[in-house]
């Protein structure tokens, strides 16, 4: 896996993975950026709910889980000094379908958080990460 980062100006850069997509990261005004994409560290955040996201669907899925909706929402705390580090992150699992099994979806969140999420799992081994889920069943 490889990705290529290219500075454009002040703190601007395009972000290109190996696969062929781009992303823009910028940092804020008062660090001298014009606040024209996400910051790496929210980055972060966001490639480990979607890897995490991508798990809990692809089992759920597999179960044959009538599976319609599911929304990760994640938070960090950082740390006050630099490095600002995450010490903790929170995910929130949202999944919504018809006639849901609440087992299912915990198995889903255990599997993806123990086994499977590469992000998740790597980050875990150097600060504290925590998760919850809900069910919403349509009726």
Not at 69 to 93: M, N, S, Y
Not at 107 to 134: F, N, P, Q, W
């Amino acid at each position: 896996m490889k990705a290529r980062i290219k500075w454009v100006q002040d703190a601007t850069f395009i972000a290109e993975s190996g696969s062929g997509h781009a992303v823009v990261i910028d940092g804020p005004p008062e660090g001298g950026g014009r606040n024209l994409g996400v910051r790496p560290m929210e980055m972060l955040l966001m490639g480990t709910a979607g890897c995490t996201a991508y798990d809990v669907v692809h089992i759920l899925r597999k179960s044959r889980q009538p599976i319609e909706d599911c929304v990760i929402e994640i938070e960090g705390q950082r740390a006050e000094q630099e490095p600002k580090v995450f010490t903790h992150i929170h995910i929130h699992f949202i999944v919504t379908g018809r006639d849901l099994n609440d087992s299912a979806v915990k198995r889903a969140v255990k599997l993806t958080a123990e086994k499977y999420c590469s992000a998740s799992i790597m980050l875990g081994k150097a600060v504290e990460i925590t998760h919850d889920y809900e069910v919403k069943n349509i009726v």
